[in-house]
T-cell receptor, first 110, second 111 residues
C-alpha cells in the first residue's frame, strides 16, 4: 500500500460546480498535512495547510479525518482557472518523512 | 518574496555526459531537496540535505550525487547521464517539517 494515495482523475466539472478530492495516508502518527497546486509544466505551490479543526480560504476548504486517515479539499464555485493538478503532502515527525501524493487532475469546463 | 532558482529551465544532454543542476534559495533554509517528477509516478525524492556538507539519500538516489558547500546552494550531479534520467527535476527548500518552496524546475532530456 502506498504511504499517500490520491485518485489521479481527471475530474471534469462544469464551471460553478463544487468538487472534492481526498487523499489517504497510511501512517497514523502523521501530523502535518498540506495541499499544493501544480499548473501544467510548472512547479507545485502551496495552496493551504490542513489544520485539525478544518480550515477555509475563500472557495477552498480543507478537512482532516484522523479516524479514517484522510484529508480532503473542497472547491466551491469552480472557476476555469482552478484547472490544475492538486497534490497532497503528509509529514511525519517520527520518521521525518514528507511524502507527496501523485496528484489529482482537475479540469473545469466552460 | 521567497525564491528558489534553478540554473536551467531546459537542458538537452547526450548519453554518458556529466550533468550539473544547480539550485539556489534566498530564505536561509536549512533543508534542501532534489526531486524528479514523471507522469504517473509523482514527485520522487532523490537526495536531500539538512545542513552544509550534509546529504542523505532519498528514495531513488542511484545514478545521482549531490553537493552542498554553501547553505544557499544545492547541486545535483548526474555522473553519466542515461536516457532513463530524462525527466523534470525540481529543487525545493524548507525549514524543518514545514512546507516546501519549489524552484521552477529543469526539464532534462537525455538523448
Amino acid at each position: 500500500r502506498k504511504e499517500v494515495e490520491q485518485d489521479p482523475g481527471p475530474f471534469n466539472v462544469p464551471e460553478g460546480a463544487t468538487v472534492a478530492f481526498n487523499c489517504t495516508y497510511s501512517n497514523s502518527a502523521s501530523q502535518s498535512f498540506f495541499w499544493y497546486r501544480q499548473d501544467c509544466r510548472k512547479e507545485p505551490k502551496l495552496l493551504m495547510s490542513v489544520y485539525s479543526s478544518g480550515n477555509e480560504d475563500g472557495r477552498f476548504t480543507a478537512q482532516l479525518n484522523r479516524a479514517s486517515q484522510y484529508i480532503s479539499l473542497l472547491i466551491r464555485d469552480s472557476k476555469l482557472s482552478d484547472s490544475a493538478t492538486y497534490l497532497c503532502a503528509v509529514f511525519t515527525s517520527g520518521t521525518y518523512k514528507y511524502i507527496f501524493g501523485t496528484g489529482t487532475r482537475l479540469k473545469v469546463l466552460a | 518574496d521567497v525564491k528558489v532558482t534553478q540554473s536551467s529551465r531546459y537542458l538537452v544532454k547526450r548519453t554518458g555526459e556529466k550533468v550539473f543542476l544547480e539550485c539556489v534559495q534566498d530564505m536561509d533554509h536549512e533543508n534542501m531537496f532534489w526531486y524528479r517528477q514523471d507522469p504517473g509516478l509523482g514527485l520522487r525524492l532523490i537526495y536531500f540535505s539538512y545542513d552544509v556538507k550534509m546529504k542523505e539519500k532519498g528514495d531513488i538516489p542511484e545514478g545521482y550525487s549531490v553537493s552542498r558547500e554553501k547553505k544557499e546552494r544545492f547541486s545535483l550531479i548526474l555522473e553519466s547521464a542515461s536516457t532513463n534520467q530524462t525527466s523534470m527535476y525540481l529543487c525545493a527548500s524548507s525549514k524543518p517539517g514545514e512546507r516546501r518552496y519549489f524552484g521552477p524546475g529543469t526539464r532534462l532530456t537525455v538523448t
